[in-house]
């Protein structure tokens, strides 16, 4: 019986095509828009070299130490500082009025610097010269006070040693980009909500004469109702991979090589999704299905905005402010597990997010049974 229940309710769930158009076609469709948007960004605030100009006055001909300290910071290596444009003062002007350069140095009574505008590039440009005059004058003090051991000073200072070691915390460069692929997923796993409600409104007899004819079937009704869901959760489920193939081979977006992991956060947010919207469903007494259709999608969409579907700080914002806002809302929940698979190299906040979700599920679950076990009807 149960099997025989499953698959005809797999074929009536086929046929809703308003549902399977936002659990399926309207994630790719929006997986695609995000791609085409946000293929770039992470390219904005990679650091470039900073342009600037060099007077060619007799004061730097003159200062040969200053020529050796400006070539070693410029140059076409990867790692360089500045892109040099050696010219005339006349030459250097126009390109700065023109913001062809941040900025232009010249020597004359000292190193002087004339920018147009402050900014972050200039206060770079700035420290550089302030630390070039400042190592300037500690060896024209040794000179003066013990030039002796002026030899063994500069070799200190040409072999200056960095004690601090870069040591990321996880197994990839942080890309913020990824987490509005990871929300479309979250939102997409609590769109399953819709099947969960499809499946409330089918038991309930008061909404339609199937579910009256139903209830008065020779079989248990939480029998069926286990049955039923189970093919919510199959249908959605199959929706989430389908849409992870395609973000993963299509639009190549890197969720790490946890495949299993992967497996078990689909797994377990599709369980959410459907619970959650069996839940909400059988809790809303009056209305009819667009009634709580519309109110699952305004539950699902304030989920996935505060998880930073819409604007992806806001997530970060509500973790720094209001951290239990994040462990209570279930598309944070699926987005940060997600992310916590492809940047850490340790699983303990994976497991934090997967066991909270369960909690969830058993949580949907017990509601819907208890409300579904309690339900009476004075006539069919």
Known sequence: MFFHVFKNRIKCLFRDKQALFFTILFPIILGTLFNLAFQNL??????????????????????????????????????????????????????????????????QDGIQLVIKEDGLYQNIIQSFLNDYKQMQYTIASILKENPSVLESVMKDLGNRKNYLKDVPPGNAAPNWVLNYFYCLIAMTCLYGSFWG????????????????????????????????????????????LALLAYLIFILKIDFGNQLGYILLTCITSTVTGVTMGAMVSSLIKKGGENFK???????????????????????????????????????????DSFYSLYFYSTHDRFFTNILILWGFNILFSLATYFVIKGQKYASL
């Not at 939480?222 to 093919?231: R, Y």
């Open 197 to 240: 409600l499809r499946e409330i409104t089918s038991i309930q007899a008061n909404f339609s004469p199937q579910a009256a004819r139903l209830n008065m079937a020779p079989v248990h009704k939480l029998k069926v109702f286990g049955a039923s869901m189970t093919a919510a959760v199959a249908i959605q489920f199959f929706e989430v």
């Open 42 to 107: 992470n390219d904005i605030d990679a650091f470039s070299k900073i342009k600037i100009g060099m007077v060619k006055n007799q004061g730097y001909q003159s200062d040969l130490t200053f020529q050796q300290v400006l070539t070693s910071v410029s140059g076409e290596e990867k790692d360089a500082l500045f892109q040099v444009t050696y010219t005339s003062e006349q030459n250097a002007k126009q390109l700065l009025k023109e913001e062809k350069i941040q900025g232009y140095i010249f020597i």
């Open 293 to 335: 259709s519309g109110i699952l999608v305004s539950i699902s969409m304030l989920m996935s905005f505060l998880s930073g579907l819409m604007i992806a700080d806001l997530k970060y914002v509500i973790q720094d402010k209001v951290p239990i806002l994040s462990y209570l809302n279930p598309a944070n929940l699926i987005t």
